[in-house]
Every structure is written in C-alpha cells, then in structure tokens.
C-alpha cells in the first residue's frame, strides 16, 4: 500500500538520498509518500505527494523533467488544491527522493515510461488531468493513448516529441554541456534559467545528489532523448503523435516559456498544431524551460480554461 514510511534498505547498486537533505526545502509542505511494490520495479522505492481530497472528481497528475523533481510543481498544486481538486506528483527513479541506480545502463525510455504507467495503474487516479515538461512531457504525452480512460487533459508546457530527429542547437548544447561536465551544479543551472530564484530555493534542486553516485540518472536523460533514427522511445512517440492529432478527444492548455533556449515559442506552436484542438498558446514572457517557475497564473490560467477554478 502506498504509505509515508521508510522501506528497507535499498538493494546493492541502489542509493537513497537521506531525510535529512531534504529538512530545510522551503515551500514545500506535502508528506513524502511512498510506493515500493510497483510491478518490474521491485526493490525500488519511489516517492510521490498527494494533495488535496483524495476522492475529488479531477486529479491533476505532475510529471516533472531533467534535472528537477516534483519540487518544480510547488507553484501550481496548491492552486489545483484551492479550487477542490486532487493533485499527484511523483519523481522518476534517478530524481528527487526517489530510489537511485547507479548503473546509468539501468535508465532507458522503456524504464521511466513504464515507470508511469506502473505508478498511474497503482494509485488508480480518476478523470485526470496530466501536466507535462521536458521529460515528463516526451514520455507523458505518450500515456493517453495507452490509459484513454483515465487521462482526459493536458497541461503541456515546454516539451517534445522526438522522433529521430534533430531538435536544433540549444538541445545540442545542453546534451554537451551535460556530457562535459556531469557533475554540475543543478542549483547553479536553475538560478541561471530562473531571474530571481531565491538561494534556499535553488538549493532545493541539488538536495536529491549528495554526490556523484546519485547522479546517473541525470547523466542519462540527455543521451536518451530521440534525436537520431532507430533509438528506443521512437515508435511510441510517433503512435503518440498519431494519437493526439487524430484520435484525443480530451481537453488541452498549452503555456510555454517564451526564453527557453530548447523548446522555443515556434517550436511548441508545432507542438500545439500535434494536439487536436489544442487552443492558442499561453506565452509566459520571462519563463524559460522551466516554465513551471511562473506555474501560478499557468495553472490560474488552465482551470479557468477548463471551468474547474
């Protein structure tokens, strides 16, 4: 069952950032939860929060991005939670509190996507409304068609759809600079993509990575993304592609963070031409790629567009 208690010890190969690297995260008040019994994950333990009413008719389900963890939604769920609706988010392994191989082979596109797929069968969340970035996007955005029942709409901000191609030069950058310096400061990248982001709120981002061991999935993540015929995660993203254009019958609201070096304004409108009647973009002028930074007025923005405020 899922519960807020400590599991066993991690198996060999295993980390677990401690407790105690997450006490002084400011703004961020839910109970770590936890789930240890997920199918083809034995062994490992993930965590997730769950706010609001437990039996509200809408759950607002957040998939978070590299090199961030549900701490990227604190701005948006209380919102969801203030107009009575429930609000799940979870870290994928590798990120956050949850459980860490430091085999980096362990993490591929099947890994994390069957990952979500395992989580969103388990806690069983009704009439949901998925939120989407970056990572949480190019593997989110391929769910719906596999959970038609389950998922009827979408928050999707500043992502992608890789299908073997090229995504342009601030991508590139990004996977070099990862692949060049591997141990980087995440609190240092995020006070660099977000103006003003407080100290102890930066600092938020590097809780989950004592130290190099913990880092192997975020080593990984950009080498994963699709950019080149025949990798793993293609033939999903292309029946995704399929999926949305033809056959989502679901809602949509889409915000992009018009400074994103990656994900640029004209690349999410052909993100947003991908979604049946997905309705003209949100433009957040100061948002970069972590657009959930200016999740407030997103989130004011999508429930009114869904009439659930």
Same mark, same amino acid.
């Given at each position: 069952?899922?519960?807020?208690?400590?599991?066993?010890?991690?198996?060999?190969?295993?980390?677990?950032?401690?407790?105690?690297?997450?006490?002084?995260?400011?703004?961020?008040?839910?109970?770590?939860?936890?789930?240890?019994?997920?199918?083809?994950?034995?062994?490992?333990?993930?965590?997730?929060?769950?706010?609001?009413?437990?039996?509200?008719?809408?759950?607002?389900?957040?998939?978070?991005?590299?090199?961030?963890?549900?701490?990227?939604?604190?701005?948006?769920?209380?919102?969801?939670?203030?107009?009575?609706?429930? &609000?799940?988010?979870?870290?994928?392994?590798?990120?956050?509190?949850?459980?860490?191989?430091?085999?980096?082979?362990?993490?591929?596109?099947?890994?994390?996507?069957?990952?979500?797929?395992?989580?969103?069968?388990?806690?069983?969340?009704?009439?949901?409304?998925?939120?989407?970035?970056? =990572?949480?996007?190019?593997?989110?955005?391929?769910?719906?068609?596999?959970?038609?029942?389950?998922?009827?709409?979408?928050?999707?901000?500043?992502?992608?759809?890789?299908?073997?191609?090229?995504?342009?030069?601030?991508? &590139? @950058?990004?996977?070099?600079?990862?692949?060049?310096?591997?141990?980087?400061?995440?609190?240092?990248?995020?006070?660099?993509?977000?103006?003003?982001?407080?100290?102890?709120?930066?600092?938020?981002?590097?809780?989950?990575?004592?130290?190099?061991?913990?880092?192997?999935?975020?080593?990984?993540?950009?080498?994963?993304?699709?950019? @080149?015929?025949?990798?793993?995660?293609?033939?999903?993203?292309?029946?995704?592609?399929?999926?949305?254009?033809?056959? =989502?019958?679901?809602?949509?609201?889409?915000?992009?963070?018009?400074?994103?070096?990656?994900?640029?304004?004209?690349?999410?409108?052909?993100?947003?031409?991908?979604?049946?009647?997905?309705?003209?973009?949100?433009?957040?002028?100061?948002?970069?790629?972590?657009?959930?930074?200016?999740?407030?007025?997103?989130?004011?923005?999508?429930?009114?567009?869904?009439?659930?405020?």
């Amino acid at each position: 069952m899922p519960s807020s208690r400590s599991a066993a010890a991690p198996l060999a190969g295993v980390v677990r950032t401690p407790d105690e690297r997450f006490s002084a995260v400011p703004n961020f008040p839910w109970e770590p939860r936890y789930l240890d019994d997920l199918p083809g994950f034995e062994g490992l333990r993930l965590h997730y929060i769950d706010a609001g009413p437990p039996t509200a008719e809408v759950t607002f389900v957040c998939l978070h991005g590299e090199p961030t963890w549900s701490f990227l939604y604190r701005k948006m769920i209380p919102l969801f939670v203030a107009a009575g609706h429930r &609000a799940l988010a979870f870290d994928f392994f590798g990120f956050g509190r949850s459980d860490k191989p430091v085999d980096e082979a362990r993490y591929t596109v099947p890994f994390h996507r069957n990952t979500a797929l395992a989580v969103l069968r388990r806690l069983a969340p009704r009439n949901v409304c998925l939120v989407v970035q970056d =990572w949480g996007g190019i593997i989110g955005l391929t769910l719906p068609m596999e959970l038609p029942d389950m998922i009827s709409r979408l928050i999707v901000m500043n992502t992608a759809l890789p299908i073997g191609e090229p995504l342009g030069q601030g991508f &590139a @950058d990004w996977r070099a600079f990862v692949a060049g310096k591997p141990d980087f400061p995440v609190s240092g990248l995020m006070k660099r993509s977000v103006a003003g982001l407080p100290e102890e709120e930066a600092a938020a981002y590097d809780a989950p990575f004592p130290d190099p061991d913990y880092r192997a999935g975020l080593r990984r993540f950009p080498e994963l993304v699709m950019t @080149d015929p025949g990798m793993e995660g293609i033939a999903e993203s292309r029946r995704a592609r399929t999926f949305l254009s033809q056959a =989502w019958t679901g809602e949509s609201f889409m915000a992009v963070g018009a400074k994103d070096p990656v994900f640029s304004p004209a690349h999410m409108e052909g993100m947003r031409k991908l979604i049946r009647n997905c309705p003209e973009v949100m433009q957040v002028p100061e948002g970069g790629h972590f657009v959930q930074e200016h999740g407030g007025p997103i989130a004011a923005a999508a429930l009114a567009r869904f009439r659930l405020g």
